[in-house]
């Protein structure tokens, strides 16, 4: 069976149509695996449509790629850790950018074997290598800091902005003479230096910016297929690209704001490392006030008959797996007809949205997990805060301390609640590497010790106890 | 009209709707629609069929697209299973 | 792409664009909304320019194409002139 | 100067951005008045685009067009009073479906001209033309309705929507015919007959319904230009064509919702007219116990030294011009230290968002009006609330008398405030027709009179009152 050039045009038309309504699935909780089907069957009629379509004659090479990524990709998905998603993400995205570059190489020599190359078709081939060289080395490095293979240490040296923008230059240099001259050499020079520039400007950026860096590159990625479309006159390639490439630029755009700092810092600020001399002002002040440390069982006393308590989940809940054991401890103090609520920020942990699948994956009901403006009202209301392994996000100096690294953040609430009890394995700062004058607070205490035995603790003092 | 300007003009469309689109989704989906991303960016897999697939040209760009076609399966199945292994968890029902 | 198809994606992928464009309007401005779809579905003017402006063929088209473009001239300026008075009164703010 | 296609068609992609801005623009009144400049510059791109494309060659008949047209249209903008809005809104639809059919037949006459017709340019010529047909005459039969030139009474006979079918079908079947055999009568037959068509489809609907009907056809207007954008090949009207169409769809959607019911019943339905039989039963009862009418110096007394007074304004209030009035009183209670609020029912008054335009001309401040879903938990620390000229908006009966025909439509909850005033002429029932279980309540009383009039009442009341 082949099809004609019209019914894949409108084979492709329908497909986009379904990864439209796929994302638009994710608007609820409820629609979203429905989405995810349409997803699928979205790729599978625009897969179909082009091997049907005429231009595809030989199937071995096709096949063998198909069935290794189907086993590879099936294997990754069911093994990786929730915990991990950061790092999966950065390593698919590599993929993709390494695709692009490889459909456009090829794409230059079927075109160079055939006649058929134009300046207009070459230059539309460079802006594909180019993002998509940059989107390949920049999620490789991505991938190496989030799994610790590279250290997560911002790599800086003087005159480094200088040398990338020169970089850049050259590149753009090499693509035009390619354009215009069809030379190879400069074709392949300008693949290598694009290379290049993606590991140059992600390896000064530290290991905890990754989440933004991974969303920029998720944007890059989708930019990279859609130059690709141009290239092979696809308007399917052309409007998931554009749907991509969107994604990642608003999740970046979310993040910045959420964490009050502009993209622009965070490509060239690196954050996160050596200087935190701006710290002393109001927090040096706090700390000769001494924090006070808990026990379990002190923290325990006021929730067990308490009316409401906010459970505010952050980067130390992730690392410590402590999810399942949270939901235990819900599941005790809802029997006693304790309310419990879930306080997500938008960027606790290391990615959008980490929390919430961390949540899920423990079987804790969407219902009981609230978005920080919902629930920032309720915490005057709430007999105790206790806070697991999360920091920044509940830094009341983003509201009080112009002097801060993180002013102007939005924050959770957390210091209004009657008590707040923070889970944390020392007094070492989080992800900005600033002190937390929440802990210096009247009505807060600190319980130190693993996010996930502190909690299971924290459940069996509940069970155990003779109440 | 042009090719050319046909691309531009579906480009321009579909950046207001992946705006849009995007901006709906709910904030706890954030991170499986991140895979999910990924999971639809594997569309390039379209240039890699067509580059695989092609008879009568070079060997090279047999190679190529072989490589392309293995890296955009990876995305596009891996992508959807943990997407919908995220989603799995979501979907539970309140028990009570 | 034949022209058809390449009307049909448009046509498809704005039908999405007016989908969420629409939805996004506050409810308090929902009069002005209904002004102004009016002025901007004056666009038909475009088809009358060129019915009107055709040279050397019949008369008969060149008349009808006459009243299409009063009738949407109308339209353009009625709709866009009466948004405008409509959103001057919302425009001022509370004085105290 | 004359510009190519390719720039032409990049002009038109620029003011079909500008559109979509002109419309995202309403999303709150603060961006509303730059997005109706957005609009406007995208009209005058895209007619100078037009102009300069070369297939315009004679000015004469199109400066006359214009100028007249903007003379017209100006006045008609400038002189409409804006509890006019209704009529005038049908009266431009009706333009627009003319214009499309004229543009449809005069791209007809050209065609035959150079000879170069052939069946699909036939079968979308069809299309636009029957759609503005029955946008055009559906359009004037609603105009004629609202402005009061035609009986606002369902005009029904038996067989009706036979007949309506039946000539669809004849409709179809000249065209058709048209299409294939290029037959000027099947074309000249087809056309008067849809003009018929959409006649015979709106004379039936009672002029209560008629907004529904408007932004119905507001939508068929928008999908008349998206065809004729087909048979021009013309993406700009297809693209301005789509998102007209989604509004009028989705604007009668909202209202379908608001009033509880399906746009079906809207349309076949003849609602509003004279079937009152089923409201006897709870309303029967309740009417039993009398009603209780108060005076303006009654009301005086519970708000003028109130903390929150509700003003919940509707249909009765546009008719009264009553608005100035309002804002008066409105000032003179804040004056007072009264916190007034206007509440705004989704299909109070007689179009979407009709309250908003009228309470913005009287130079009520935007921030004191909020929509039914905000407003609805304070009428329960409300002292007062004042209904002026509104009814179905404030029937409990929607809530609680299921053999009620508004049962289920969504209502502003004016029963919960502590006393509750209704401003209204006589015991005539609104536009539904059905009795409002409200008036018989304890703690709600009538008072009769002109809207504007009492309201000018309250306000001197408040103002000479020795308080
Ligand atoms: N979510 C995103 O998309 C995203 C993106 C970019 C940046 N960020 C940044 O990430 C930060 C997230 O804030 P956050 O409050 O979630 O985390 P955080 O500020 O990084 O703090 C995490 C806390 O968890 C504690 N912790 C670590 N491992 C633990 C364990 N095993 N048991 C118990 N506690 C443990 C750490 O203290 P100890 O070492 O003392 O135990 C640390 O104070 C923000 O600064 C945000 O800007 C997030
Ligand atoms: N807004 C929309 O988009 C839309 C669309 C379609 C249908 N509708 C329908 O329209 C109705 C709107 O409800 P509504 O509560 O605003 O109006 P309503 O139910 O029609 O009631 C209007 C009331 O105002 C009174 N009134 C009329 N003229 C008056 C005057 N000069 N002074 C004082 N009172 C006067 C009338 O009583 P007297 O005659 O006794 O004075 C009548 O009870 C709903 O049923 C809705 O479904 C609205």
Known sequence: ?467 | MPEILVALYIFVLSCFIGYWVIWGVTPSLHTPLVALTNAISGIIILGALLATGLQGVGNLAEIFGFFAVLLASINIFGGFLVTQRMLAMFNKKKKK
Chains 1, 4 share one sequence.
């Open chain 1, 1 to 467: 069976m082949e099809i004609s050039a019209n019914t894949q045009a409108i084979a492709y038309l329908i497909s986009a149509i379904l990864f439209i309504f796929a994302l638009k699935g994710l608007t609820s909780p409820a629609s979203a695996r429905t989405g995810n089907y349409y997803g699928m069957a979205g790729m599978l009629i625009a897969v179909l449509a082009t091997l049907l379509g005429g231009d595809v004659q030989s199937y071995g090479f096709i096949i063998a790629g198909v069935a290794a990524g189907a086993l590879i990709g099936g294997v990754l998905a069911a093994r990786v850790q929730m915990t991990a998603m950061p790092q999966l993400v950065a390593a698919l995205h590599s993929f993709v950018g390494m695709a692009a570059v490889l459909v456009a190489v090829a794409t230059y020599l079927n075109h160079a074997a055939l006649g058929t190359l134009n300046s207009l078709l070459m230059a539309e081939l460079s802006v594909g290598i180019v993002i998509g060289a940059i989107t390949f080395s920049g999620s490789v490095i991505a991938f190496g800091k989030l799994q610790g293979i590279i250290s997560g240490q911002p790599v800086k040296f003087k005159g480094q902005h200088l040398l990338n923008l020169l970089l850049a230059v050259v590149i753009i240099g090499f693509a035009v003479d390619f354009a215009m001259h069809e030379t190879l050499t400069s074709l392949i020079i300008m693949t290598i230096l694009a290379f290049l520039l993606g590991f140059l400007l992600i390896i000064p950026i530290g290991g905890a910016d990754m989440p933004v860096i991974i969303s920029m590159l998720n944007s890059y990625s989708g930019w990279a297929a859609a130059a690709t479309g141009f290239t092979l006159q696809n308007n399917l390639l052309i409007i998931v690209g554009a749907l991509v490439g969107f994604s990642g630029a608003i999740l970046s755009y979310i993040m910045c704001v959420a964490m009050n700092r502009s993209i622009l810092h965070v490509v060239f600020g690196g954050f996160g490392g050596d200087d935190a001399a701006a710290e002393v002002s109001a927090a040096g002040q706090a700390a000769e006030k001494g924090v006070k440390s808990a026990s379990v069982e002190d923290a325990i006393y006021w929730m067990e008959d308490a009316s409401k308590v906010i459970i505010v989940p952050g980067y130390g809940m992730a690392v410590a797996q402590a999810q399942h054991a949270l939901k235990d401890f819900m599941e005790l103090l809802e029997e006693r007809g304790v309310e419990v609520v879930f306080a997500i920020h938008p960027v606790a942990g290391r990615m959008p949205g980490h929390m919430n699948v961390l949540l899920a994956e423990a079987d804790i009901p969407y219902d009981n997990v609230k978005e920080m403006n919902d629930v920032n009202p309720e915490f005057a209301t709430a007999d105790v805060a206790l806070v697991v392994g999360a920091n920044d996000v509940t830094n009341p100096a983003a509201k009080t301390d112009k002097s801060s690294p993180i002013y102007g953040m939005p924050i959770l609430d957390v210091e209004k609640a009657q008590h707040v009890y923070v889970i944390k394995r020392s007094m070492r700062p989080g992800y900005s590497g600033v002190e937390n004058l929440l802990y210096y607070q009247d009505n807060c205490s600190l319980i130190f010790g693993d996010a996930k035995d502190v909690c299971e603790n924290l459940a069996n003092a509940l069970k155990g106890g003779a109440h």
